[in-house]
């Protein structure tokens, strides 16, 4: 059993930042891509960005230059930090663990940038 826990959301005022983090536990293969989706209320789930465990990354184009990814191999853990933060990040991030045709998901973190 996989288990993924997000962690790091609240309220942020636009031009701010933040970091959220995952925690992965249980069972999985080495061979694998952690990372982060979001889902804005009544649209459809987006790509935030993606890690290999050889530090490979893939970034959507509307988080590209603004938000990093990286990951702790050692400890399963994939932070994300969030730099000039717009109010069209407003979203539920999810985590993401993807191995061979698998993918699990986290319960999600609210982020919500408002002034």
Do not use: H
């Not at 893939?58 to 702790?72: H, M």
């Amino acid at each position: 059993q996989v288990q993924l826990v997000e962690s790091g959301g609240g309220l942020v005022q636009p031009g701010g930042s933040l970091r959220l983090s995952c925690a992965a536990s249980g069972t999985f293969s080495s061979i694998n891509v952690m990372g982060w989706y979001r889902q804005a209320p009544g649209k459809e789930r987006e790509l935030v960005a993606t890690i290999s465990r050889d530090g490979s990354t893939v970034y959507g184009d509307s988080v590209r230059g603004r938000f990093t990814i990286s990951r702790d191999n050692a400890k399963n853990t994939v932070p994300l930090q969030m730099n000039s933060l717009k109010p069209e990040d407003t979203a539920v991030y999810y985590c993401i663990l993807r191995t061979g045709s698998r993918a699990y998901w986290g319960q999600g973190t609210q982020v919500i940038v408002s002034s």
